[in-house]
């Protein structure tokens, strides 16, 4: 059983580094000018599911846990995405609907922002 | 009066208690952020006048907040291992730096928000910023949580490991579990407010 | 004999006050609740009162006794009744368990539920009375309402924080705690309600909780998460930074709330499960049936909650998804309403007090869910959203549905719980006099609603022409409530000289001849600290009786 644990530490230190570069990726992927805007928040999305699934798997052992936990889990991610895509697909106005995903976004273009008179 | 399955592991089940427990209040912390993320998502994405809040927002202090975060989970996984092994010092060595790197992430975030404040850049100032203090307030509550889980464990709580080795071997577990799932909300805070 | 049974000296306050022992703890948050529950039903009481003789009490007053009646009788009463007395207490009996599986944690759910039951209350005695924006406590006007709305948003966080604590504690006890031989399949219904529900609390609760968060926000922090820009309060523009959504507060909210009502019927089907396959002496039809409806209706509940949302001007594509699924969740409703009833057919059946009102559950739930039909399908929930259609289709299934359960419930498990059983004349006068004015009281609600009389009217619709129709039933009502309120001191003298009486020296452990372990392997009460003298094994399935050989008409579970 101990040496079972000790071939884990390698993976651990291992895990540690591999999240390191994920970060510098993200941070390095928010500098670039994606054609579309949701091209930036896929890749985003996927690059934090990645450092989600190296942790989930490898610090939280659920590769090593049985049926009960995945599927307690698997259930939570089920709602969890429900919650999330609701409210998104609910107005016909929507990012979701095709309207704004699909422009060219600059980063130069940052509002304004507070307005005192009437508020936005 | 014996609860059965506190320490050894349920045939079926292959758990302890305790660690199905965290679990399902996992679960139930992935619907509360969950909740906050679809609620950022909802607000942004009807918004057509969203105050872009990556302009103020201090991007390579939160890389470091996120470097940090990471090295605690390591440092969490460690110190299960090191008692795993039956190392206490190794133990208490690992703890310590979990704890480090937690204090550290507070303080970075004392810092942050208090330049905001001195800029005026409060909750009311506008929808995106609340959503910014909300998320990762809530996050730094559960940051503070986690941090007095590992005192009460390296101060008090450490006399268990002589009287009962495998169960505070077993709360170690635990506590981590909740720590790795404190790290993991901070890994899709991180780009969600600061970088996309 | 168990080796190491080890009480430590308790004292007063570790054995009465912060008790571990999950009977005990069950015991507190059943008296608690049924408290509760006295004053929210004397809140309607008085409600009534005020839609027949206007200026009783002034509209905002009552708008803080109808949001404190609902959030009373759901949040404090109903659920801590059916989860937290019923499932703590009988849950580990049932599957031959000493204890839950956390019994500090049981305890700290107890007194959360206590705390945010006082905080709630606390609102009363605040400036501008405790909070008046309605149960769902909808934005704008619950953010800029008086001090008691930011009291009630505590008192929900404490509220949902046990509810969580007691969520884990159940569903960790049933997996991990089962006694030998009790596989999944061989569990008693109640048992199996209790597990869903508690999924369903784990999973539903928490986005409330964030819209609690943000709502606390809006309102101390001046945040905008649910106003919108350029809202005009009292004639002025608020001065906030704007760009909120008051319909995000709705979908959180019904996020829980949709499932939160499954909460309330799932439990009361479970004990009213226990009852019936008890008196009509043989196995329940259908038993794995229902257990799939129970665990696919628990899965469809997380994905209905817009038919409550059908007003809010939503897409076609959403409302026709919302529609369809809440057609289908009819479905598993349907199906364990069908399997009770069948179940009856061939039976040798007993009425006594817990199988009058277990019986009456069933048309009275019949009534609930067929009258939400209309509710639940977009185009004929245009003109009864809102009416007093839909207080009495939810009434119906909480009210002569829920509660009914608890009542049979209480009749049923008491001797097991002191020792001694009910007086049945004085439960059957109780039974009577309250199934009568139930409906007396809610079947016109039914017909309010149809003519178009809106909820939530302080005068009860008497300054509206197109209630005038209708409006008299009101007097009709408040007479039918005050007999309810009469129906009710039966019960409360049958449990006072209940209690009162010395018990038996050897009170019968099993007076219903039952199979269920809580029966057939502990004595009545439990022992103290452990439930039985030996953990029992399981040999067979929850309801054998009628058994063809068998000696007596009932096999315990646990007899080999």
């Known amino acids: ?120 | 009066m014996k609860i059965p399955y506190n320490e050894d592991l349920r045939p079926d089940t292959g758990l302890y208690n305790a660690k199905l427990g965290i679990w399902l209040f996992l679960a139930s912390e992935v619907m509360l952020f969950g909740a906050l993320f679809s609620a950022y998502i909802m607000l942004r994405s009807s918004n057509p006048y969203w105050f872009d809040i990556k302009t103020i927002l201090n991007v390579p202090l939160a890389t470091l907040n996120t470097a940090l975060l990471i090295t605690s989970s390591v440092t969490m996984v460690m110190s299960w291992v090191s008692l795993k092994l039956k190392d206490l010092n190794k133990f208490k060595l690992y703890l310590m730096l979990t704890l480090l790197c937690s204090f550290g992430f507070l303080i970075v975030k004392y810092f942050e928000y208090s330049a905001k404040f001195a800029h005026g850049y409060i909750p009311a100032y506008s929808t995106s910023l609340a959503c910014y203090f909300t998320m990762t307030g809530l996050h730094v509550l559960h940051v503070i949580g986690g941090i007095i889980v590992f005192l009460y464990f390296i101060g008090p709580g450490i006399d268990m490991w002589n009287s009962e080795p495998e169960r505070f071997t077993n709360r170690i577990e635990v506590a981590g579990l909740y720590w790795h799932f404190v790290d993991l909300v901070w890994i899709f805070l991180f780009p969600a407010l600061y970088l996309l | 004999m168990i080796k190491d049974i080890k009480c430590n000296e308790k004292n007063f306050w570790t054995k009465y006050i912060f008790s571990q022992d999950h009977k005990w703890i069950g015991i507190q948050y059943g008296v608690t609740a049924l408290f509760f529950m006295l004053f929210g039903f004397w809140l309607m009481v008085v409600m009534r009162y005020q839609m027949v003789h206007s200026g009783t009490i002034s509209p905002d007053m009552y708008n803080s006794f109808g949001v404190m009646h609902g959030t009373i009788m759901v949040f404090l009463g109903v659920v801590p009744v059916i989860v937290g007395a019923f499932g703590n207490y009988l849950l580990p009996l049932q599957i031959g368990a000493p204890d839950m599986a956390f019994p500090k944690l049981n305890m700290a759910s107890y007194w959360f539920y206590f705390l945010g039951g006082v905080t709630m209350l606390a609102g009363f005695a605040l400036p501008g009375g405790a909070a008046n924006s309605g149960w769902t406590s909808y934005p704008p006007l619950a953010n800029i309402a008086t001090i008691g709305q930011t009291v009630w948003i505590f008192g929900m966080v404490f509220i949902i924080t046990s509810s969580l604590l007691g969520s884990i504690n159940i569903i960790v006890t049933t997996i991990q705690l089962r006694a030998p031989g009790l596989t999944w399949m061989r569990l008693p219904f109640f048992v199996w309600t209790q597990l869903v529900t508690s999924f369903i609390l784990l999973l539903a609760f928490p986005p409330l909780e964030a819209a609690g968060i943000l709502q606390l926000m809006d309102r101390l922090a001046d945040t905008s998460f649910f106003m919108p820009s350029g809202l005009v309060v009292g004639g002025e523009v608020l001065q906030n930074s704007g760009g909120g959504s008051p319909l995000l507060w709705q979908h959180l909210f019904w996020f829980l709330a949709h499932p939160e009502v499954y909460v309330l019927i799932l439990p009361a089907m479970g004990i009213i499960a226990e009852i019936i396959a008890n008196n009509i002496r043989k196995p329940l039809w259908g038993y794995s049936l229902m257990v799939k409806s129970v665990l696919f209706l628990a899965f469809m509940s997380f994905i209905v909650w817009a038919h409550h949302m059908f007003l809010t001007g939503m897409g076609q594509g959403m409302s026709y998804f919302f529609a369809i699924t809440t057609m289908i969740i009819s479905v598993p409703s349907v199906i364990l309403l069908t399997c009770f009833i069948l179940s009856l057919w061939g039976g040798s059946i007993r009425y006594n007090t817990p199988m009058l009102f277990a019986l009456s559950f069933l048309p009275m739930f019949g009534i609930g869910g067929l009258t939400g039909l209309p509710l639940g399908l977009p185009l004929s929930d245009i003109p009864l959203h809102d009416t007093y259609y839909v207080i009495g289709h939810f009434h119906y299934v909480v009210a002569p549905g829920t509660i009914f359960a608890i009542f049979a419930g209480i009749y049923f498990w008491f001797p097991k719980i002191t020792g001694k059983p009910l007086n049945e004349i004085l439960g059957k006068v109780h039974f009577i006099f309250s199934f009568i004015f139930m409906n007396l009281f809610f079947m016109p609600m039914f017909f309010q609603g149809l003519a178009g009389l809106s909820r939530r009217l302080a005068d009860g619709g008497q300054s509206y022409a197109h209630t005038q129709g209708i409006v008299h039933y009101n007097d009709f009502m408040m007479y039918a409530s005050w007999g309810l309120a009469i129906a009710q001191l039966p019960f409360i003298i049958n449990i006072i000289m209940t209690l009162m009486k010395k018990r038996d020296e050897n009170p019968d452990s099993n007076p219903w001849q039952a199979t269920t372990l809580e029966w057939t392997a502990a004595p009545s009460p439990p022992i103290g600290h452990g439930n039985f003298e030996t953990i029992p094994s399981v040999y067979r399935g929850p309801y054998e009786y009628s058994v063809p050989d068998a000696e007596e008409d009932f096999i315990p579970q646990n007899k080999n």
């Not at chain 1, 570069?21 to 994606?34: N, R």
């Not at chain 1, 805007?37 to 896929?42: C, E, H, K, Q, V």
């Not at chain 1, 307690?72 to 409210?87: A, Y």
Request: glycine residues 8%.
């Open chain 1, 1 to 120: 059983m101990s040496d079972d644990i000790k071939h884990h530490i390698p993976v651990y230190k291992n895990v540690f580094i591999a999240l390191l570069i994920l970060t510098a990726c993200t941070v390095g992927a928010s500098y670039i000018h994606f054609s579309y805007a949701w091209i930036g928040l896929l890749v985003g999305l996927l690059i934090a599911s990645a450092k989600g699934y190296l942790v989930a798997s490898q610090f939280m052992h659920l590769n090593n846990e049985k049926r009960f936990i995945y599927g307690v889990l698997t259930l939570t991610v089920v709602f969890f995405f429900v919650l999330l895509l609701m409210p998104l697909l609910w107005d016909e106005n929507s990012v979701a609907h095709g309207n704004g995903a699909y422009e060219n976004v600059s980063h130069e273009h940052s509002d304004e922002g507070h307005h005192h008179e009437g508020g936005h």
